[in-house]
């Protein structure tokens, strides 16, 4: 089993930065792909980005080139970096893992946070 923890979520302003950071137990997650979801409400969740267990990286358009995705395996940890965030970006943002590949479909992960909310005001 694999519990995972999100952290450093909260509010801030259009155009500021957050750093989010999801904590692994119970294993390693070096093999794990890990990826960062969020769900708005009234929305359905949605992939954010994701990265391999080799660290390959991926991110979906609407956050590419202001987030990116980090994992410090000694850690057993996963970061996700969030620049020029826009009010858009408000969310409850989850953590998942799943077995070595990454995937944008938030029903192949295994394993979940409990996810930390992110509100950016104008």
């Known amino acids: 089993q694999v519990q995972l923890v999100e952290s450093g979520g909260g509010l801030v302003q259009a155009g500021g930065s957050l750093r989010l950071s999801c904590a692994a137990s119970g294993r390693t997650v070096s093999s794990y792909a890990m990826g960062w979801f969020r769900q708005a409400p009234g929305k359905e969740r949605e992939f954010v980005a994701a990265?391999?267990?080799?660290?390959?990286?991926y991110h979906a358009d609407s956050v590419k080139g202001r987030f990116g995705i980090s994992r410090d395996n000694a850690k057993n940890t996963v970061y996700l970096q969030m620049n020029s965030l826009r009010a858009e970006d408000t969310a409850v943002y989850y953590c998942a893992a799943r077995w070595r590949l990454h995937s944008t479909q938030a029903g192949e992960y295994t394993y979940w946070g409990q996810g930390t909310q992110v509100t950016v005001s104008l």
């Open positions: 990265v391999t267990w080799a660290g390959s990286t």
